[in-house]
């Protein structure tokens, strides 16, 4: 064999502690398995204090790691500073940020307050987090892998260009840091998944049912139909890329934007 390592060891995560964000549902809870499965041991972070209790117990029991779990709101840097005094010495080797809303508002009808949420939760805590991560971890180095969306770079789905400007800074902050911290041991990449089947999701789909949105209802409609795959994907989907970022096996990626799309980017 070429290679000392074989494809066990280098998709394991023994030994190693992963923080997820927005972990209690959708994707985070879902990458947050299979990080587990994988081996690592866990800091779960979300603001549904009911939720993430359950997802913590039910994710420790089933894999045997260790979960911690931190209850905060994104969307405010103090809470963000509150949860790094924490973790104090023992940042995580892994970090994930995942935690992100999309509500659809028609673009005249976005106020300053929908317009500071979306940028300050999936944004500048994105920011904030990496900030926090980058400082614990000067010299070691880390692994950060943030979830973005296709959104950020072809706009479809209407009602949504407030939630597109804040992905594409997504983007913008993970290519920079991965060239500015790449020398520093630190590797940077993030997943722009497609329609993927998740509470928010279905709450966004179903809050535009309820005020008869026939506008977004049809964007959704051509967004299935330009998914070549023909389907939506499942929040695990998601989960085996990020977990193809966070181990060994993409030691030489960095940098790196993987759409998880069923190729909706093609077309
Ligand atoms: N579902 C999709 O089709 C899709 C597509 C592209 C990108 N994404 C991105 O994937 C990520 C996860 O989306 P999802 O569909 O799983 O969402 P979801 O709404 O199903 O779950 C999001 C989780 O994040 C948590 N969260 C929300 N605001 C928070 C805050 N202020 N502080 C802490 N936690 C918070 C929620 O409580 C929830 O547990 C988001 O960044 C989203 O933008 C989703």
Not at 90 to 98: H, R, S, Y
Not at 112 to 132: D, I
Not at 242 to 255: Q, R, T
């Amino acid at each position: 064999m070429h290679n000392s390592k074989t494809i066990a060891d280098l998709i394991s995560l023994k030994g190693r502690t992963a923080l997820v964000t927005g972990a209690a549902m959708g994707i985070g809870r879902a990458i947050s398995e299979r990080l587990a499965e994988a081996g690592a041991d866990l800091m779960l972070v979300d603001v549904n204090a009911e939720a993430l209790a359950e997802a913590a117990s039910e994710i420790s029991s089933t894999f045997g790691r260790k979960v911690t779990q931190h209850v905060v709101d994104l969307s405010r840097r103090e809470q963000i500073e509150a949860l790094w005094n924490e973790i104090g010495d023992n940042p995580p080797d892994i970090l994930v940020n995942n935690a992100g809303i999309y509500q659809s508002r028609d673009f005249l009808e976005v106020d300053e307050a929908l317009l500071e949420r979306t940028m300050a939760v999936n944004l500048k805590s994105v920011f904030y987090m990496c900030q926090h991560m980058i400082k614990h971890r000067e010299k070691q180095g880390g692994n950060i892998i943030n979830v973005s969306s296709v959104e950020a770079v072809l706009h479809l789905v209407r009602g949504l260009v407030h939630y597109g400007i804040s992905k594409i800074g997504v983007l913008a902050l993970t290519r920079a840091l991965a060239r500015e911290y790449g020398p520093k041991g630190f590797r940077v990449n993030a997943v722009m998944p497609g329609g993927i089947k998740t509470p928010g999701a279905d709450r966004m789909r179903n809050e535009a049912l309820k005020r008869l949105d026939f506008g977004f209802l049809l964007t959704g409609a051509s967004f299935l139909r330009r998914v070549p795959l023909g389907r939506l994907g499942e929040p695990d989907e998601v989960a085996r890329v990020v977990l193809f970022l966070a181990s060994d096996l993409s030691s030489y990626v960095n940098g790196a934007v993987i759409a998880v799309d069923g190729g909706f980017l093609t077309d």
